[in-house]
């Protein structure tokens, strides 16, 4: 009690939104969502992009790179080339795979570039075809891949051969 009135404790800063998404939600969220939606939009804001370069308007490119790279559909679009992949079943050095809808969801969610650091390499070694010896190969961890693919929407756009 403060001043002999009672505090309203019960008010959430959560919004109605967040409430909704539990982890049950969230993959039902994942299968639900519209794909063609999703690179429709990523698109559109690409073609942007191009047309920006095209212009040589660089305070438009990289204003309209930020907007990408911060979409949340962008994020999603990422995340499901990571996990849709040939190494989509291989770990980083953090032992992490995305491989239920719910886990996607979350990664999607996370992506963020603040004070975003990649983390080291596993380091593998292969076989070269025809050969004795072996090669070392770096799998980076799926959040760095997803951050690679993100970025690279956003650098394909910027990319155009005039």
Not at 10 to 33: E, F, P
Not at 58 to 79: D, E, G, I, P
């Amino acid at each position: 009690m403060k001043g002999g009135k009672l505090l309203n404790v019960s008010i959430s800063t959560i919004s109605l939104q967040d409430k909704k998404l539990t982890d049950a939600h969230l993959s039902q969220k994942w299968k639900s969502i519209n794909w063609y939606q999703v690179e429709k939009s990523v698109n559109k804001l690409q073609t942007r992009i191009t047309k920006a370069v095209l212009q040589n308007k660089w305070n438009l490119v990289k204003r309209l790179q930020y907007l990408l790279t911060h979409s949340y559909f962008a994020k999603l679009l990422a995340v499901r080339r990571v996990t849709q992949n040939k190494g989509k079943r291989t770990s980083g050095i953090d032992g992490e795979k995305w491989l239920t809808p719910d886990s996607k969801i979350k990664a999607a969610l996370s992506l963020t570039g603040k004070r975003y650091k990649a983390k080291p390499l596993k380091r593998v070694f292969i076989d070269k075809p025809g050969k004795k010896k072996k090669r070392p190969l770096g799998i980076p961890t799926m959040y760095d891949r997803a951050m690679q693919s993100l970025y690279a929407l956003a650098l394909h756009a910027s990319s155009v051969k005039r």
